[in-house]
Structures are given as structure tokens and as C-alpha cells.
């Protein structure tokens, strides 16, 4: 009696925590490992200027709409820096190509917006941070969002973007690239 109830208990932990393993919204890149490099990195520092490929996975039931952003805290700015903003990207792509955050290239989805950066320019603009100011952290993110469109067109600022990405996030997922410029 004692050898199956130990076995009815093992099939119920099993079984629980089998069911509590569900896939998470997450967001790769095949371009980034970790540190940015001179592909990534703004032209005016010596770089390609070229947005990193994203992709990303088991979005949230009701997402209608993703953004993604690149934003620097270290920017010794007081505010950080917006490197990249992009919204109204539909809900059935899960990815950016290389190179997505040209825009004279066409290759961002369909209807999406690339407004204004910190650098006063539409589109991506890479890690640029001051040289010898160390080690700078850019946070990539994906959001999920509950609307199919931000209201909001190429002209506004990052702040407002931000604003209004809070508002409908429903999830988001990040990684992180690392450059410093000495």
C-alpha cells in the first residue's frame, strides 16, 4: 500500500510540475551575443550601422501588436538614449531582419513605424557612447501589445513612444549587448 501511494505521489509531482512548465515570450538574435559589434555600431563611431537580427517566440494570448526598442540607461545624458523604436509591427511576424532599421532599405514589416531616436534620425541608430566612458548596457526589448496600432506617427519623440508602449504592454522581453568605445 505505502510503495503505491509513493507511486500515485510521484505521478501527481510529475504530472504538476509538467503542466507549470509552459513556454515563456522570449526574444533572440542570431547577430547578438552578448556585445555589440562594429555591424551594430552607429556609423559616426566607426561602424555599419546595421540593426541586429531579432526574432521571438511564444507571444502572449491577445497580443494584437509588437514594438521593439533599444535604449541605453548609461548615456550620460541623465535620461539615457533611444537607439531604436519601432511599432505597429503586426502580430504574425516574429521577427526583425538584419538591417530592418535602415530606412531606405524597405525591409521592416509592413506598416510598422520607425520614429525619431535620440540620434534626431529615423530608424536604428547603433551604440555610440562617449570614448573612455566605460562599458555602456543596451537593453533590447520586444513588446506584446493589446492594441493593433499605436496611435502615433514617425515624428514622435522617444518619450511619448515610451508612454505609450507602457500603456499596452500586455508582455515584453529583452537581452542585452554590451559596448564600450575607448
Known amino acids: 500500500m505505502k510503495r503505491n501511494n509513493l507511486t500515485l505521489i510521484l505521478i501527481l509531482l510529475f504530472?504538476?510540475?509538467?503542466?507549470?512548465?509552459?513556454?515563456?515570450?522570449?526574444?533572440?538574435?542570431?547577430?547578438v551575443g552578448g556585445q555589440a559589434t562594429?555591424?551594430?555600431?552607429?556609423?559616426?563611431c566607426g561602424g555599419e550601422n546595421r540593426s541586429p537580427?531579432?526574432?521571438?517566440e511564444n507571444p502572449p494570448?491577445?497580443?494584437?501588436?509588437?514594438?521593439?526598442?533599444?535604449?541605453?540607461k548609461d548615456a550620460p545624458t541623465g535620461s539615457g538614449w533611444w537607439h531604436w523604436l519601432i511599432f505597429n509591427i503586426p502580430a504574425d511576424i516574429h521577427g526583425l531582419k538584419t538591417d530592418a532599421g535602415n530606412i531606405n532599405t524597405?525591409?521592416?514589416?509592413?506598416?510598422?513605424?520607425?520614429?525619431?531616436?535620440?540620434?534626431?534620425?529615423?530608424?536604428?541608430?547603433?551604440?555610440?557612447?562617449?570614448?573612455?566612458?566605460?562599458?555602456?548596457?543596451?537593453?533590447?526589448t520586444v513588446?506584446?501589445?493589446n492594441k493593433e496600432k499605436l496611435d502615433l506617427d514617425k515624428n514622435a519623440?522617444?518619450?511619448?513612444?515610451?508612454?505609450?508602449?507602457n500603456f499596452a504592454t500586455i508582455?515584453?522581453?529583452s537581452i542585452v549587448m554590451y559596448y564600450e568605445r575607448k
Not at 38 to 44: E, F, I, M, T
Not at 61 to 72: L, N
Open 106 to 140: 524597405g525591409i521592416a514589416p509592413e506598416g510598422s513605424v520607425q520614429s525619431k531616436t535620440d540620434f534626431g534620425e529615423y530608424g536604428y541608430g547603433g551604440p555610440c557612447p562617449p570614448k573612455r566612458h566605460g562599458i555602456h548596457q543596451y537593453l533590447i
Open 53 to 56: 537580427q531579432l526574432s521571438w
Open 171 to 173: 508582455q515584453k522581453a
Open 143 to 145: 513588446y506584446a501589445l
Open 15 to 31: 504530472a504538476l510540475t509538467g503542466c507549470s512548465q509552459t513556454q515563456t515570450f522570449t526574444l533572440k538574435s542570431n547577430d
Open 38 to 44: 562594429l555591424k551594430q555600431v552607429y556609423s559616426g
Open 61 to 72: 494570448k491577445g497580443t494584437k501588436s509588437f514594438a521593439v526598442t533599444i535604449y541605453d
Open 157 to 165: 519623440s522617444p518619450a511619448v513612444v515610451g508612454f505609450n508602449l
